[in-house]
């Protein structure tokens, strides 16, 4: 089936939707609890995701300028604008956007692959077991690997041999690394903690690449 608009477009719905039900019985210090996206909270990284879904082009653009181009920045005051007061008020206003089709670029692949990431930056944090739909992560680990965008993931894989063992993935050729797919992902997207469930002669070098990004 090919990963057309439509079908990418349904994905992050889906996966929007899977992470709102994870969280909809947290307690009031699990939303304080650091993420594996080091800079944010369980609450901060979910009003991230509320902001991506609700800023277009023209308006990122602006948003950018005004940060000076410093994405720390920009991601900061957009989060801060879809915090509610309440973590329950986070949650409503993450599940108000769930159907939402914005983006501030045409790489829609870009966008399913932050739900994926910072979906599973919120769930490992809280030892949430839920994974995503494994044909959807394969997608993005397929364009991760072969591209650059809003993490070096590209840049992290070239010259190894990726190789999923939970589903069809395949990549590049070197020395081999292997493991679950959303666990490439991960590391692809910079989280050195999901390197412990990869194996192979590549793994050193991921590590030493992590390390040094």
């Known amino acids: 089936m090919d990963w057309n608009d439509e079908r990418q477009w349904f994905a992050i719905s889906q996966e929007r939707e899977r992470l709102a039900s994870d969280l909809s019985a947290l307690a009031e210090h699990q939303w ?3 993420s594996e996206c080091s800079a944010w909270t369980v609450e901060e990284t979910l009003a991230h995701l509320t902001a991506a879904a609700s800023i277009g082009r023209w308006r990122w653009l602006r948003s950018m300028s005004g940060a000076r181009f410093n994405a720390e920045l920009h991601n900061r005051r957009r989060l801060d604008e879809h915090l509610g007061d309440t973590p329950a008020e986070t949650l409503q206003r993450f599940r108000a956007v769930i159907t939402n089709r914005v983006e501030p670029s045409r790489a829609t ?3 399913l692959g932050e739900v994926i990431v910072h979906g599973a930056d919120i769930r490992t944090a809280l030892g949430i077991p839920t994974t995503p739909d494994v044909d959807t992560v394969t997608f993005v680990a397929e364009n991760y690997a072969a591209k650059d965008f809003a993490v070096p993931s590209c840049t992290t894989a070239r010259e190894l041999h990726l190789i999923a063992t939970d589903s069809p993935f395949r ?4 020395p ?3 493991g679950p797919v959303l666990d490439i992902v991960m590391v692809m997207a910079g989280r050195d903690a999901h390197l412990q469930h990869l194996n192979g002669p590549g793994v050193p070098i991921l590590q030493e690449r992590l390390r040094n990004g």
């Open 109 to 111: 692949w870009a966008w």
């Open 176 to 178: 081999e690394v292997t």
């Open 171 to 174: 990549y590049g050729s070197g």
């Open 32 to 34: 304080r609890m650091q």
